[in-house]
């Protein structure tokens, strides 16, 4: 069973095309990612599926209920925290849940109720009774998922949830994200991190200028961009520029980068190969104190496909 | 301090809850939109200062600036202009409904607002119930002050009140003019530009502070038909009790003509705007 499924989506603003034909299927209670740079499309993607608007060509159903002609049947079921928080400063952080619950419907006294749960389990009973503006970023983004979450949505989308915030409350939102994940919403997240993405997601869609340009788990991801990546730790500089011109000419070698200071990592064609280099490394003369041999990282892969396509 | 954290435990049980109500019917909504904008006022009951002492402050320029000069001495030209100063100063203060929407729009506010299952309107009427409490107590603040200096209405208490009760029918159609600006300009400096061209020439080129058969004739035919002028004329003659009944049929007229149009064109953006 899908929560969403997409085709073709388009929208363009002017001489601008943001998103440029995106097809999509999201399965029910999985954690889905869309990672890519700024302006790759991601928020209008997010804010076509979440019915904020309308894309200009293309066909989406969310849960099966088509995402324009049952536009409310969809929204019944979703939940959206933006990029940007969607709270008002101006209110504590007690009456902003109980604000949105009204609005969904609850009592007076059901809302109240419903908002103290919320704040309690974020951790944000403390901060109750003070005005959002006195938040910091990372308490703005708990209590903006929080409104989110009044109603438990079958779906929620998260626009970039971790963008400027400290590790610390990176790690709470994962928490708050992984939780929901368990409790059985579906979730479509946006992000600029690699790492949260390889984090928290179970499918994770690479989109570059309004295009899809790869697909699949992180692992997927990272095992497309091909065999291995041999790293090697030298004992000094001389070592380094000896390794290096020695390997220069080998067919079996894609690249050779100085990663960090008396380090070079060598992207190779094969993973076999690896030990047939250190042995004639060793029988150089050189020492290779610390190697390893992983995949890339998914660094390399966002910048393999996200470089000139 | 205790350190904040999250419970996840608690979180999970939480969220899986699965209350969904029914969703509020439009008179709620309004309530708890009104709620909102109460609250605000409490949080920042300055914004109460403004609508009480700008006046006060015009009132005074105006009184004491031009009063001799206008219409002989100051006392006289207090009858004169206190309608029309309170119209204008009211009308005036009638911008910030705008403001309050376009600063929803700017803070992502809005977004929230419109994924939710609610009669739409409702944001607005919340509000503007709250506005219209706020151009009350403007214009209680301004009618009692301007007795302490010697006003005195010939219509009396009901003549008073009834000019103020017209003040805020008046008003509560201007709004919609400024929801409209709100949704149509980006910034808040731009709308607030734009509200200024709007509001100025609206008020000043009325009957409010001098008699219009004293303009040009080309100026004179303008100023009668600004809503401004015949709310004015209204306001006056009610106070005085001398007004003719033509005269409000025509302020309600030209009230229910701007919600026409610009109550749709504002339900229109609010509903398509990106």
Known sequence: ?309 | MKQSKINTNQLRAVLTKQERPEPPNPLYAITTFSWRALLKIKRHPEQLLDVAALPILFLLMFTYLFGGAIAGSSREYLQFILPGILVQTVTQITMYTGMDLNKDIQKGFFDRLRTLPIWLPSSLLGSLLVDSFRYLIASTVMVSFSLLLGFRPQGGVVGVISAIALILVFCFSLSWVWNTLALLMRSEQSLMMLSMMVIFPLTFLSSAFVDPTTMPTFLENVVKYNPVSILVDAVRGLMHGNVELANIGLVFLSSVIIIIIFAPLTLFLYRRRK
């Open chain 1, 1 to 309: 069973m899908y929560a969403i499924k997409a085709k073709k989506l388009k929208k363009t603003y002017g001489d601008f095309t943001a998103v440029n034909g995106i097809d999509l299927t999201v399965k029910k209670g999985s954690i889905f990612a869309f990672l890519g740079p700024n302006g790759a499309g991601k928020t209008t993607t997010i804010r076509m599926l979440a019915t904020l608007i309308k894309p200009d060509q293309g066909e989406a159903s969310l849960f099966g209920y088509d995402l324009i002609k049952q536009s409310k049947a969809v929204r019944q079921r979703i939940s959206l925290t933006g990029q940007y928080a969607s709270i008002d400063e101006a209110l504590t952080g007690q009456e902003n849940l109980i604000l949105i619950a009204r609005l969904l419907g609850f009592s007076v006294g059901k809302a109240k109720q419903r908002a103290s749960e919320l704040l309690e389990s974020f951790g944000l009973d403390d901060a109750a009774k003070r005005q959002v503006k006195t938040y910091s970023g990372g308490m703005r983004r708990r209590l903006d998922i929080a409104a989110s979450l009044i109603v438990t949505p079958e779906l929620l989308f998260l626009d970039e949830p971790t963008t400027g915030l400290d590790p610390r409350s990176r790690s709470q939102v994962w928490q708050v994200v992984q939780a929901l994940a368990e409790a059985g919403t579906t979730i479509l997240l946006t992000t600029q991190y690699l790492e949260e993405a390889d984090q928290l997601a179970d499918h994770i869609a690479v989109i570059n200028k309004g295009r899809i340009v790869a697909e699949g788990t992180a692992a997927q991801l990272k095992s497309s961009l091909g065999s291995g990546v041999l790293t090697l730790q030298l004992a000094n500089q001389a070592d380094l520029m000896h390794a290096r011109s020695l390997l220069a000419g080998n067919q079996d070698i894609e690249k050779i980068t100085d990663a960090k200071e008396g380090e070079l990592r060598i992207k190779l064609k094969q993973p076999q190969i690896a030990t047939q280099l250190l042995v004639e490394l060793g029988q150089a003369g050189i020492k290779v104190p610390e190697f390893s041999l992983g995949q890339p990282s998914l660094d390399e892969v966002f910048l393999a496909l996200t470089e000139e396509r």
